[in-house]
């Protein structure tokens, strides 16, 4: 019984000391890409494409992503921006054949001149690549859970590097002249979502 009692007392004791009201401060951790994105691979015939869970090629410094064919890398980097800032993932998934990836995305928070625009989680993207006869295709699906219109810029920027050819046929070693056109904008006019 004793015991009990300085069991009771005790908790009396410390909870009393414990009851202090802290002021209410606002804890806000603001909506940014992910620092690990997984590797993805599809395969359809000759071709295979290595990306990552967002769908893009090469986006994450080191990787050996791209899309292939016949053994040969033909596209050494492709990503999709929002408003010049990558996409936070929502989910991923490769379908079991390996033909398909589809990726559900949403918006950052995104700020201009330090003030909040445009809350995270927003705009709903799902990107679709899957590959067909020797080629890559991509199906972008947009969808605007906002109350009202966004004015969202969308860039998809992609490029070659030179080591993306193989080594036995010196014709295909040549250096290129063709040059990356710089990021590509599709802009659709506000409320058209």
């Known amino acids: 019984m004793h015991t009990a009692l ?19 401060a606002p804890f806000f951790i603001p909506g940014t890409g992910s620092s690990t994105r997984p590797r993805r691979t599809l395969k359809h015939g000759d071709c295979f494409v290595v990306l990552d869970s967002h769908a893009d090629v090469g986006a994450a410094p080191g990787a050996a992503d791209g899309i292939f064919f016949h053994d040969t890398r033909y596209l050494s980097h492709l990503e999709m921006l929002l408003d010049g800032q990558q996409p936070l993932l929502l989910g991923s998934n490769v379908r079991d054949d390996n033909s398909i990836l589809t990726v559900d995305l949403t918006n950052p928070d995104i700020y201009l001149d330090q003030t909040l625009i445009l809350p995270k989680d927003v705009l709903h993207v799902v990107r679709t690549l899957f590959l067909w006869r020797g080629a890559v295709y991509q199906r972008l699906r947009m969808q605007n859970h906002g109350e009202g219109s966004l004015d969202v810029k969308l860039s998809l920027t992609f490029g070659a590097a030179p080591r993306s050819r193989p080594l036995s046929n010196p014709m295909i070693n040549a250096p290129s002249r063709t040059r990356s056109p710089g990021p590509i904008v599709i802009g659709t006019p506000p409320g058209s979502f």
């Not at 009771?8 to 009851?19: H, M, N, P, V, W």
């Open 6 to 24: 300085s069991l009771k007392l005790l908790r009396q004791e410390s909870t009393g000391a414990l009851i202090e009201e802290a002021p209410e």
